[in-house]
């Protein structure tokens, strides 16, 4: 194992300063993850990421978002327009150039532009384009227990789509000073930024139907079953805190898992996307 860190930030789309989804935990080689407790916002866990780069400290960072939207499936982020990007990093300089009017780093910029509206479904309308059902799903989204929502889902408490959106403007802003894998390779050393799923960490530590945790000694047992002791918690835990302490965790338990990096499909990778601990197909 190469990392000395692993932090798990649970992302959040909110189109407010200081979103109260957005939280940090982070977990040292040993003992218990711990919460970061701040009242945190979209500039100050770019911030954040800035210091870990220039730190060079072997930082295994999970976000839970999607890095980027559906590509293989159609062969496209946005079929029948021209202007498609043609990989995650085009597609994050495309959000955060037609968010740049959008406080706070949120992005309702690109949801204001009439080809890419008709891909979304938003409150009161579904563009043309966003297909049948829940939507269009990532390669790796199709590899994954459950039931995932697409990111091109703006509606409902399980949608993705917000967050992915915010989170594509602060890794275009990050501007490479962090690899994220695997649309980056694996570097030999310093911070990687991976893609997380908190219920593969949740099901990892047997929580029935890897559901969210809101009481500190439930959390303290799924801890345990991932062979981590458990911080001390508060009397009243948000699924927001439990989701990014419990994955760090995870992230400390799996990280040495060679078979987790094995990227399968290097297009899929430089367009897609993967979330780590999904194994490819």
Known sequence: M?????????????AVERPPGLALAVAERDGPPRLID?????????AWLRD??????????????????PFADRGAYFPGWPDSPPDARALWRLVDD????????????VLRHPEIARHFRQHRSKGDRFGEGRGR???????MPGLPSSCFNL????????????????LHRLDGAIPVWPIDPLPPTGPVI??????????AAQVAGGRKLRDPAALAQALARLGSPAPELPARLTDHASDALLTAAWLRAT????DLWAVRDAEIARTEGWTFGVPWR
């Open 52 to 69: 870990v780069a220039r730190s060079g400290e072997p930082v295994l960072v999970g976000l839970d978002l999607s890095p980027a939207l």
């Open 98 to 109: 037609l968010s740049a009017d959008d406080p706070h780093l949120s992005a309702a910029g």
């Open 137 to 143: 799903l990532r390669a790796t989204e199709r590899a």
């Open 38 to 46: 701040r009242r945190w916002s979209r500039e100050d866990a770019l």
């Open 2 to 14: 190469r990392f000395t860190r692993f932090a798990c930030w649970d992302w959040s789309g909110a």
């Open 155 to 170: 509606v409902g408490a399980a949608q993705v789509g917000k967050s992915s959106l915010t989170g594509m403007r602060v």
């Open 194 to 203: 991976v893609e997380i799923y908190p219920r593969l960490a949740a099901l």
């Open 255 to 258: 990280a040495d898992r060679a």
